[in-house]
């Protein structure tokens, strides 16, 4: 059985998320997903101009981790473009710096911090829910 996947710091969630080519229509295309920690690689590498090292560092993984992310996104954006696909950027496994959350098991709700060990501090359960993007923070795969 595969290990967890862990937990990619994310600090930039878009405006737009669904980007389609001009002259088809909705229900002719075809969609990529790119999640939201792939578009996060993206944007440190290509446009805050980070080495790997400092991305890897941003988003809390270790640099193949990092390079796998980025590999991944930069696929699905050529693939995207070349076949005029949509791109649809949702989901994936990551936590913003800060959120506000609810303990899914007592109802506890607290501001969490992706420096704080991502539990309740209540309860103790990891099953805490992200009002930011109405996802289950640590634990998000669509």
């Known amino acids: 059985m595969p290990r967890p996947k862990k937990c990619r710091k994310v600090e930039f969630f878009p405006e737009y ?3 389609k080519p001009i002259g088809k229509s ?3 295309l075809e969609e990529i997903i790119l999640n939201l920690e792939e578009l996060e690689a ?3 590498k290509d446009i805050e101009n980070l080495n790997q ?3 890897a560092r941003k988003m809390h993984v270790s640099r193949q981790t990092f390079q796998n992310i ?3 996104a930069r696929q ?3 693939i995207a473009l070349t076949s005029g696909k949509a791109i649809n950027i949702t989901g994936g496994i990551y936590c913003c710096k800060k959120c506000r959350v609810k303990c899914m098991e007592c109802d506890y709700e607290y501001d969490f911090d992706i420096s704080n060990a991502s539990k309740c501090p209540k309860c103790g359960s990891s099953k805490i829910y992200c009002y ?3 996802q289950i923070c640590n634990r998000i795969s669509e």
């Open 17 to 19: 998320t669904y980007f």
């Open 26 to 28: 909705i229900e002719d």
């Open 42 to 44: 993206m944007r440190l």
């Open 53 to 55: 090292e400092q991305c």
């Open 70 to 72: 980025i590999d991944s």
């Open 76 to 78: 699905k954006v050529a």
């Open 132 to 134: 930011k993007k109405d």
